[in-house]
């Protein structure tokens, strides 16, 4: 991916700052899943913790190529999407252990009133999507 053009600029501007993205996996019957999840960009792919035993993690298991959408402004310009790969990776750190996570993300954990651990507990499934193309304007 190309992030020196205006487009790649802007889109990795918001892989850094984004707080939400919308990942969007395939279910059993090809119906697109979008779901607004939480993520951290390591400069190359994007690490999303869910729960166990969850759709998108079957959808993935079953098709592993996903999209990733960023919420446009308000008149919605500034699209940019994202599309590659996921998989499980149980070589990532838990939520707990991951310090760009909790740097990113210790105020909402806290605002859903939850602890680090516990959301270590409750999402211990690492997915890892690495982004293979991009579009948008």
Excluded: C
């Excluded at 899943?33 to 994007?46: A, C, I, K, N, S």
């Excluded at 999303?48 to 999209?67: A, D, G, I």
């Excluded at 990776?89 to 859903?112: M, T, V």
């Amino acid at each position: 991916m190309d992030f020196s053009t205006e487009l790649g600029g802007r889109i990795r501007k918001q892989l850094e700052s984004e707080h939400t993205i919308w990942l969007t996996t395939v279910g059993s019957d090809n119906t697109p899943q979008p779901r607004p999840v939480w993520f951290v960009w390591d400069g190359e792919t994007l690490l999303v913790y869910s729960e166990p035993n969850t759709h998108k993690l079957r959808h993935v298991e079953r098709s592993p190529k996903v999209s990733v959408n960023f919420n446009t402004d308000f008149d919605g310009e500034h699209v940019g999407v994202l599309t590659g790969e996921a998989r499980v990776d149980p070589d990532a750190p838990p939520p707990d252990e991951n310090s760009d996570y909790l740097a990113k993300y210790g105020r909402g954990i806290a605002a859903l009133g939850m602890t680090p651990a516990e959301v270590a507990r409750d999402y211990n499934v690492a997915l890892r999507i690495t982004p293979r193309k991009m579009r948008g304007f």
